[in-house]
């Protein structure tokens, strides 16, 4: 089986607090609605030819744009960063008259794939350079329905939000090409089913969130753009009202299963407002729980194949505590029985609660179950681009503090054994700091003072809350009475 991991902690230089989750008021929804019928009635300059049978009987209706069948490379503009992009279209619908394509921008994350509607694709020919943004119409407001609300005046949001999209992009690796044949044949038939996303948002306890990626809901869910979510039971409803009726009768108030950690608020200096509960749910006891924290996890999550078989699994919950109950802000799973070291299989941060540390609060948390199970652990593969980049920087901070406070010799073992990371982990991240030889067919660490300060330096100084071992009550699944 292969999990990936979206964190949403990657590094951004200045240390700010970037969400990429967005609330659609009603009446931004209307405004751009009627921005969108505006765009409709413009015209398009002359010359563009008609190509399919279905689209002469709109003809009435929308005369002068051209049909582009699936399959074909197009330009499109793109909601991410108000500009035409080269992109396969992946699919095509017509509601009510009106076009709209389903596009996977070339060579960008399948994140920011997306709806365009019809007047925002041209034609693509090779060598010629894109339309430029100013010949688009209604350049203030593209509403792809799976990218992000944007309206004249939020050039900040946009900012930040196109920051650290592009952070995103060029940092990281592409998973798909890192797999061995198989898997990634297993990849692109996964690929091949989930190329267009189903639930565009779900509203979940006080957040509305734009959903990132397919997810395979039972079918009459799957068909509704909007979810309705229980924070607590994690049921999936299709109408507001049926989430109303279903809140005045679940009595669950926090994930169900044993309380193991409890994390005060303001330990250790941290930025976090409320005191944080990480929550231990057996897969087999809590089946529909699971299933449905799966579902909910593959939305933002584009590599995955665990949505059913939950019961090889503990889900480890991380909540918010305030008056009205334990919140879901995060989670990861960990196999019950693990051959491989894996300590960890699936991770996510939900996106309201990115950026503020959980990601890593997850990830060392999974090191400190290892460390209680006398353990070294690692990362199911292949990880995804946030994953990688949240793993990576977490094994560099903790080996880089490590070897700032240590004296004397330290083999790639001891740190291993000190950390729980497995010993390829830590051989990896010193490469990539270059803190590593090989000499004579073993691995010699060779560092200063200076170069470790050098690094510390480079990292991120984004607070974020610290794990106290002695506060964590758990006990290894193996030691536990049956
Ligand atoms: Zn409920």
């Keep these: 089986m292969s999990f990936m991991l979206a964190l949403g902690e990657t590094e951004i230089p200045d240390g700010d607090p970037i969400s990429i989750w967005m609330g659609t008021g009603a009446a931004l929804a209307m405004a751009l609605l009627l921005l969108l019928l505006a765009v409709a009635v413009m015209r398009r300059p002359p010359g563009v030819i008609k190509s399919t049978m279905e689209e002469k009987a709109n003809e009435d209706v929308k005369a002068d744009f051209q049909v582009f069948d699936v399959g074909m490379k197009v330009y499109a503009y793109a909601a991410f960063d108000q500009t035409y992009h080269v992109a396969d279209v992946i699919e095509r619908k017509t509601d009510g008259g009106e076009t709209s394509y389903y596009v996977h921008y070339v060579d960008y994350n399948k994140r920011l794939d997306e709806w365009v509607p019809a007047e925002k694709v041209q034609q693509y020919t090779s060598g010629v350079a894109p339309p ?66 189903n639930i565009q948002v779900i509203e979940m306890g006080r957040w509305e969130v734009d959903t990132w990626y397919y997810s395979p809901y039972p079918d009459e869910y799957a068909r509704e753009s909007k979810l309705y979510i229980c924070q607590f039971c994690l049921k999936y409803m299709k109408k507001k009202k049926t989430l109303l009726r279903h809140r ?85 799973s960990k196999e019950k029985h693990s051959s491989e070291d894996y300590n960890l299989a699936c991770i996510l941060t939900l996106p309201p609660y990115q950026r503020k540390g959980y990601g890593r609060f997850l990830i060392a948390f999974s090191y400190e179950l290892s460390k209680k199970e006398g353990r070294v652990g690692t990362p199911e593969r292949p990880l995804s681009d946030l994953g990688q980049v949240s793993f990576r920087s977490y094994w560099t901070r903790v080996l880089l503090d490590i070897l700032k406070e240590h004296r004397g010799n330290l083999s790639i073992k001891d740190l291993s054994t000190m950390t729980a990371i497995r010993s390829d982990d830590v051989v990896s991240t010193l490469q990539s700091l270059n803190l590593i030889k090989y000499w004579k067919g073993q691995y010699i660490i060779s560092v200063t003072p200076k170069i470790i300060e050098e690094h510390l330096k480079n990292m991120s100084s984004q607070p974020y809350p610290e794990i106290d071992p002695a506060t964590l009550h758990w006990t290894p699944l193996v030691n536990r009475k049956q």
């Design 132 to 197: 430029s943004h100013c010949r688009s119409p209604g350049v203030v407001g593209p509403v792809g329905t799976g990218g992000e609300l944007l309206t004249p005046g939020s050039d900040r949001k946009l900012t930040r939000n196109l920051k650290r999209r592009y952070d995103e992009i060029h940092h990281v690796p592409k998973a798909v090409e890192e797999l061995n044949p198989i898997d990634q044949t297993l990849e692109k038939e996964h690929e091949e089913k989930t190329k267009v996303k």
């Design 248 to 332: 005045a009768k679940c009595t669950l108030r926090h994930p169900p299963g044993d309380e193991i950690y409890r994390h005060q608020k303001g330990v250790c200096g941290t930025a976090q407002e409320r005191p944080l509960s990480i929550f231990e749910v057996d897969g087999k006891k809590n089946k529909v729980y699971c299933q449905n924290l799966c579902l909910i996890a593959k939305l933002f999550l584009d590599h995955k194949t665990l949505y059913y078989d939950v019961d090889p699994f503990l889900f480890y919950i991380l909540t918010e505590y305030d008056e009205q109950g334990y919140h879901i802000v995060g989670y990861f």
